[in-house]
């Protein structure tokens, strides 16, 4: 795919937090957790673009930031062209007001229940947005909408959900309310972050192929968030879209979800596709294609390659110097590029896809074998 103008662009992006707790001191310096350190990433037009990782990857910090919801530490984000928190301090007079871009930037979250008030109806809810953005439209008409709506994903009579209180609704009931609240306000990118992940196995599918539906029926963007490689292999295979693989804040390898799963160049995500049965690895290839199983401390990441302390191909480079992003041979596109362009291309952060003489004439790390 080819986007002349991202919806959004999240350029050298970081997002860092002071870690709180444990100190005596209060006036001492805290220890910064590095969530998101130095992402590129572009979203375009009826896009999908599905990012997995470990629990404390930075994933869905990654999503949150780039809806506008968590405030950069360093980096941009873009929608449009116009940068988002500029837009909300009102500087530079900005081409996109603030309040269009959060109507246009909607999120669903993993626990609907807690995103939605226990005092008010279904209809009440949703009619609530509609009353503060489209406030040329009388009561009826709103009511109508979410009627509409609520049948549209499957809700149907409508007039039997519409009255009901979240507690009275089920889990993949309230997921679909939550998409109904999103897509009322016809987004122009929708964060979907572990939407399926609590929902019984038999119903992701069934939510995700409801997404993709209504992705191409109101001609919105996906950023897919999830820890379970088969959830998001599932919608960006659909899609047509992407995949992307986070490791201790940093994009470590993105492209056609085909291309990623069948020529893996991370180790980190051979790692994931070993972990996941579902993609067919050979159950006789022994234990995990890791020297270490405990992800190291986001306060104090690893120097050079943030993998090198696991990973089973590591050098002396790679505990010295981060690896340059690279374009796998064979993928659409010569250029290197950035790592999150939305070309297409299928690039990684690994000196294993480069020729790099330092790396293959390095000294293994303990443990690590080249071959």
């Known amino acids: 795919m080819s986007v002349d103008e991202p919806v959004v662009s999240l350029s050298d992006l970081e997002v860092h937090f002071e870690k709180s707790g444990g100190g005596l001191n209060p006036f001492a310096d805290q220890p910064t957790v590095r969530a998101v350190d130095g992402v590129d990433l572009d979203i375009g037009e009826n896009d999908v673009v599905a990012i997995v990782g470990e629990s404390g990857s930075g994933k869905t910090t990654l999503g949150k930031t780039a809806v506008g919801l968590q405030k950069p530490t360093g980096g941009s984000v873009s929608f449009r062209g116009q940068d988002v928190w500029a ?28 995103a939605l008030n226990p005092n008010r109806t279904v209809v009440s809810s949703l009619a609530a947005p509609l009353k503060r953005w489209q406030s040329d439209l009388g009561p009826e008409d709103r009511e109508a909408r979410v009627y509409h709506f609520l049948k549209r994903v499957g809700m149907s009579p409508p007039e039997d959900y519409a009255h009901r209180y979240p507690h009275q609704l089920s889990g993949g009931e309230k997921q679909r309310v939550a998409l109904v609240r999103a897509l009322l306000m016809n987004p122009d990118l929708i964060l979907a972050d572990e939407a ?70 991370h180790p980190y995500t051979k790692v994931l ?26 306060v104090n990441p690893p120097a050079g390659c943030r993998f090198h302390t696991r990973c089973p191909k590591a050098t002396e480079q790679c505990r010295t110097a981060a690896p340059p992003v690279t374009a796998v041979d064979g993928a659409d596109g010569a250029d290197d590029g950035a790592m999150g362009d939305g070309d297409g291309t299928h ?20 443990g690590a074998d080249l071959s």
């Open 87 to 114: 837009a909300k301090k009102w500087r530079s007079n900005p081409s996109i007001p603030f309040e269009e871009i959060r109507r246009s930037l909607q999120i669903i979250h993993q626990d609907p229940g807690a």
């Open 347 to 366: 690039r990684v952060a690994c000196y294993r896809a480069t020729d790099d003489e330092v790396y293959w004439e390095s000294d293994p790390l303990d």
């Open 196 to 265: 399926v992940s609590a929902l019984d196995v038999s119903l992701r599918v069934e939510m995700m192929d409801l997404m993709l539906d209504l992705q191409e029926e109101f001609d919105t963007s996906f950023l897919f968030i999830s820890h379970d490689l088969s959830n998001a292999r599932y919608i960006a295979e659909h899609a047509g879209g992407r995949l992307g693989v986070m490791y201790l804040g940093e994009l470590v390898e993105i492209g056609p979800v085909e291309e990623v799963l069948r020529n893996p160049q």
């Open 273 to 298: 596709t070993w972990a996941t049965p579902e993609l067919g690895v050979d159950e006789d290839a022994g234990g995990p294609p890791v020297r270490e199983i405990d992800i190291p401390d986001p």
